[in-house]
């Protein structure tokens, strides 16, 4: 038996398998909310992708502008006219949320804030998240700057399989700047030792956000709290999601990426037969059953005829636990079905004339 999921007090949230993408459980996972401070974490990502692509180095000196130091809200604490370096600026957003420092790495890499926003907005569209709009890198109120609790998930999850580089900045609880020492507004980094991130945020019109992270046995899950009522709520908010989702639920990968699932006859081919498998793993995220049977399902096209290319779709996988379906995925070539000579086309022609013609009679 599985129990329901733990009530919280925030307004929306999303528990996730960090390995399969799979969402364990949520409440108002797409409802459009303000994001504060999370939207740091695009911030951050966008900038690391950046160095990863050579445009951006972490050592390069940004200059800090009277712009940046008189950002409102939470503060790095920058000097105007001090030069910075990148990865400086980059433990500043994620460890003390400085507005200041956010503003500096926008205006470094992109130059002006609307252009900043649209590599923000952009990467979200690449990145598939369909229920957030960015207007800042900071998250101060601004209209028509949003996010959802699902979306920052699957952020979170980018940003720990994209940027492992970088990751570690998350779990680091103190930093210090001008000789002021701040904490990193995280409380779980304290309270539980499998925490390593992410990020926290709060408005008055956000309420208290919080992203976090969480390794336990090899399995990480990822959760997203929207507008909790205190920071010691959204905490706890997270911890019990935590909890739930390593006490009863468990992933396994059922199929592996370039597995020989199948070697259907290919039709006028130069080989007779066609390897056949998926382009990736299906892990699975479900509650926890020693006696769970799955069947898998193949339904390759009829008939395979060359030439096919490596990589294209012949068909699906799915995989069912008793009638219910729990996943399907394209069937792919592993291997290239070359044609095979005049002779083998012709003779194949024929057979499958006939073959088509029995089989029509029969229906």
């Known amino acids: 038996m599985t129990p329901s999921p733990p009530q919280l007090s925030a307004q929306a949230w999303v528990l996730m398998d960090a390995a399969s993408g799979d969402i364990i459980t949520s409440h108002a996972e797409h409802e459009h909310l303000p994001p504060a401070s999370l939207t740091k974490l695009m911030t951050v ?6 160095i990863q692509a050579n445009r951006l180095k972490a050592d390069d000196l940004v200059t800090i502008s009277e712009n940046a130091w008189r950002t409102e809200g939470s503060r790095m604490f920058l000097d105007p006219r001090s030069q910075v370096s990148v990865h400086d600026l980059l433990s500043g957003i994620v460890i003390d949320s400085g507005n200041d420092a956010s503003v500096a790495l926008l205006e ?3 130059g002006s804030q609307d252009s900043f926003a649209d590599l923000m907005n952009a990467t979200a569209q690449k990145l598939g998240l369909t229920d957030t709009h960015f207007i800042n890198p900071t998250g101060l ?3 028509e700057h949003y996010s959802s609790a699902e979306d920052m998930a699957r952020l979170a999850r980018a940003i720990i399989t994209d ?3 970088y990751y570690g900045l998350y779990k680091q609880k103190y930093f210090t700047w001008n000789n002021i020492r701040q904490p990193n507004r995280n409380l779980l980094l304290w309270r539980d030792k499998s925490v390593d991130g992410l990020k926290t945020g709060h408005t008055e019109a956000a309420g208290y956000c919080m992203v976090t992270s969480a390794v336990r046995d090899g399995r990480r899950l ?3 709290v929207f507008g909790s009522t205190s920071m010691n709520n959204r905490a706890n908010d997270a911890q019990k999601l935590l909890s739930y989702g390593f006490r009863f639920y468990d992933t396994q990968t059922y199929t592996k990426a370039g597995q020989v699932l199948a070697r259907p006859v290919l039709w006028k081919g130069e080989q007779r037969t066609l390897e056949v498998g998926l382009l990736d793993d299906i892990s699975l995220t479900l509650p926890k059953n020693q006696n769970r049977k799955l069947e898998t399902r193949l339904n390759l096209d009829d008939p395979l005829v060359a030439p ?3 990589g ?3 068909g699906s996988l799915e995989l069912y636990e008793g009638d219910q379906k729990l996943a399907s995925r394209p069937l792919i070539a592993l291997q290239d079905g070359e044609s095979a000579g005049w002779w083998i086309r012709t003779w194949d022609s024929l057979k499958l ?3 088509g013609f029995f089989n029509s009679e029969d229906t």
Do not use: G, M
């Open 353 to 355: 004339f006939i073959r």
């Open 45 to 50: 990502y966008v900038a690391t992708n950046e």
């Open 308 to 310: 096919i290319a490596q």
């Open 163 to 165: 940027e492992s580089a």
């Open 312 to 314: 294209a779709v012949v």
């Open 222 to 224: 990822i959760t997203a």
């Open 141 to 143: 109120p601004a209209p």
């Open 108 to 110: 470094h890499v992109a």
